[in-house]
């Protein structure tokens, strides 16, 4: 199995989970984060003052699939997530083995 583990623009959430939902997938996690990369800090006007951001926000969606979907997952969640900017998200994908903690026992997904 793979984790799928997607970094995001906050504005992109939905489009991502309505495609997936179309490839069958109808759960994730979903935790809001702040994060920075090339674009670094930079200045805002907030309240008419002009304010250092060191953080931006993104959404990190993270998915458990089978290494058969992982591909197709992670070009979906691309096509959806992307912006065309510099700080427009990352996809991370990793092996993982999945324990139920009511049973104990290994979990396989379908999906």
Not at 95 to 100: D, F, N, P, S
Request: proline share 2%; charged share 30%; aromatic share 6%.
């Amino acid at each position: 199995m793979k984790k799928v583990e997607a970094l995001i623009e906050p504005f992109k959430l939905q489009e991502v989970q309505d495609a997936l939902r179309e490839l069958g997938i109808d759960w994730m996690t979903v935790c809001e984060v702040k994060g920075f990369g090339r674009q670094n800090r930079h200045t805002e006007i907030y309240r008419g003052s002009e304010c250092t951001v060191d953080y931006l926000p993104k959404v990190k969606i993270d998915l458990v699939v089978t290494d058969q979907a992982a591909e197709q997952v992670v070009r979906i969640i691309i096509q959806a997530a992307h912006t065309g900017k510099t700080d427009g998200g990352k996809v991370f994908i990793s092996e993982v083995e999945t324990i139920q903690i009511r049973s104990g026992g290994k979990v396989e997904v379908t999906v």
